[in-house]
């Protein structure tokens, strides 16, 4: 077994592996699309599985995870049914109410049975297995001083949750200084912090939602509620997935106008950058 409490090599994952990790993340996604359909919860395909779902119907070769959004209201309902509902057996959902090392806004669910270590992150006292990102998105301001200050909470409630990796593998001295002294600041602060801002602006009152807890041009301009409300079915690796009915417009903006381009070959890959992957018992050989 590696020594996970020290600093490691980037590990790249094999084509071998890559087709593992798309293998379990469908596995989750239909995990999450059963729940999700048994309990008119509504969600959306995101990221690099939303562009693969349009651009051929399967995963991109490289895509290395999967990402979902949801509104706000069908999170909450979602990982309030997971209680009950999900095959705990092999999965766990995490947030940072279940997980107490876990410090993001978002929650994952997680493979048991698999190791998953993200490079620069070994101080992290979290679950660490094979995941799917779940976006929670929120109401936010459109525009002004109130957009601005909603977008600057944001933005400090991430860095305080950031601040122990921060403090550790942050280059610029004057930044890893004040990621030593947020690191102190008990995590009841940022969680009630992104709590608070999750309500204050009630489901579908302004046009523009955001993931409070992930940073980006983007999430400070905000996306168009209507893109997460409104959802189709569209055929991804043989199964049918949720995805937003204007997904030409959600992606051209997300990505751009040639979204249905390849990128060069150097830009071909992953999100992901670990120093060790574990798939257990997940992978049946």
């Known amino acids: 077994m590696p020594d996970h409490n020290k600093k490691e090599e980037i590990h790249y994952f094999s084509s071998e592996e890559l087709k593992k990790l798309q293998i379990i993340g469908l596995e ?3 995990e999450v699309d059963r729940i999700c359909r048994k309990h008119g919860i509504n969600y959306q ?7 693969g779902a349009a651009r051929d119907g399967k995963f991109i070769p490289w895509d290395d995870d999967v990402d979902i959004r949801m509104l706000r209201k069908d999170y909450n309902r979602f990982c309030k049914v997971c209680e009950t509902e999900l095959d705990k057996e092999r999965f766990f959902l995490q947030n940072y109410f279940t997980d107490p090392g876990y410090r993001w806004e978002y929650a994952k669910l997680l493979r048991n ?6 490079i620069n992150q070994e101080m992290l006292t979290q679950r660490k297995n094979i995941y799917l990102d779940i976006f929670p998105c929120d109401n936010m301001p459109e525009k002004g001083l109130n957009k601005l200050l909603f977008n600057v909470e944001c933005f400090w409630y991430r860095k305080i949750a950031y601040s122990p990796i921060g403090a550790v593998h942050e280059k610029n001295l004057l ?5 030593r002294v947020l690191r102190h600041i008990p995590k009841e602060y940022f969680v009630n912090g992104f709590e608070a801002l999750s309500k204050r602006i009630s489901d579908g009152r302004t046009k523009l939602v955001r993931i409070l807890g992930w940073g980006g041009d983007l999430e400070w301009k905000g996306y168009l509620y209507n893109w997460l409300k409104y ?6 690796e043989g199964r049918m997935f949720l995805v937003p009915v204007d997904y030409d417009g959600y992606l051209r903006y997300h990505i751009g106008n040639d979204y249905m381009k390849l990128p060069p070959k150097e830009k071909q890959i992953g999100d992901n950058f670990v120093t060790s992957v574990e798939f257990g018992d997940a992978i049946r050989t």
Do not use: A, E, H, P
């Open 28 to 30: 989750m996604l239909i």
């Open 113 to 118: 049975g698999t190791g998953f270590y993200r």
């Open 45 to 51: 395909l995101d990221g690099g599985v939303l562009l």
């Open 231 to 236: 959802s189709q079915d569209m055929s991804f």
């Open 175 to 179: 930044k890893k200084c004040v990621y």
